[in-house]
């Protein structure tokens, strides 16, 4: 039932797909939040992709987002250049800041953890070999609804051309259709607890 997309209806406005979606979210029992947090942490880490990315750019999981701790930690000690995103309300731009342990965070603006950043300079959204998205509802083609911002509609048109944007998420928030405007970007890649999904671009 919670897996059927059929349950949703065809369109819903951007607002109540966010509510809807994020309730549905926060009802998973921790049980098998932990369970699809596993499986796709374990899907995610044997993708070439993965495995190949140099620099990746990894979100910290904020209230009952998908758990990407796994994935950071799998990617550091694998050596790879590891960054997180900081959002500020004062700049429209999210800034990717290098993340050398989970233990390196505080809590941003928004509520979410972020790299505690003292001197450092952001990194260069070219740098990134690979892109964790965060959303709240995506279709197979790649479409994404996030919380509202519009922090990844404005940086993922700064990122190479050849790196990947991969959107993460539970089952039922991959949907037949979600309502997209112009500045809508979509992601390349899909990794669910179940499946991985590469986006078709028409
Ligand atoms: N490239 C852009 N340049 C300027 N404004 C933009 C751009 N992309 C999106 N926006 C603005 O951001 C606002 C929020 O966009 P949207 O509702 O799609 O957020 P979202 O994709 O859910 O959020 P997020 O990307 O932060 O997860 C919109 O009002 C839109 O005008
Ligand atoms: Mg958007």
Do not use: H
Not at 40 to 62: G, H
Not at 126 to 137: K, R
């Amino acid at each position: 039932m919670v897996n059927d997309p059929g349950s949703l209806p065809p369109y819903q406005d951007k607002q109540s797909l966010r509510n809807e979606m994020a309730a549905r979210r926060a009802a998973l029992t921790q049980p098998d939040r932990l369970a699809y947090d596993r499986r796709l942490t374990d899907i995610f880490c044997a993708q070439t992709f993965f495995r190949d990315a140099a620099a990746v750019l990894v979100y910290l999981a904020f209230r009952s987002e998908p758990s990407t701790d796994t994935i950071i930690e799998t990617a550091l000690q694998a050596g790879k250049l590891v960054a997180a995103p900081q959002t500020r309300r004062a700049g429209p731009i999210m800034r990717a800041f290098r993340l050398t342990n989970l233990q390196d965070v505080t809590v941003g603006e928004w509520g979410m953890r972020e790299p505690r950043v003292v001197v450092e300079e952001p990194i260069a959204p070219e740098v990134f070999d690979l892109i964790v998205v965060p959303g709240l509802a995506f279709t197979l083609r790649g479409d994404r609804l996030g919380y509202g911002g519009g922090y990844y509609d404005r940086y993922l048109p700064l990122i190479r051309q050849d790196a990947l944007s991969v959107g993460i998420g539970y089952e039922f928030q991959v949907i037949d259709r979600l309502p997209a405007e112009p500045f809508d970007r979509r992601v390349d890649g899909l990794v669910t607890p179940s499946r991985v999904i590469a986006c078709a671009m028409d």
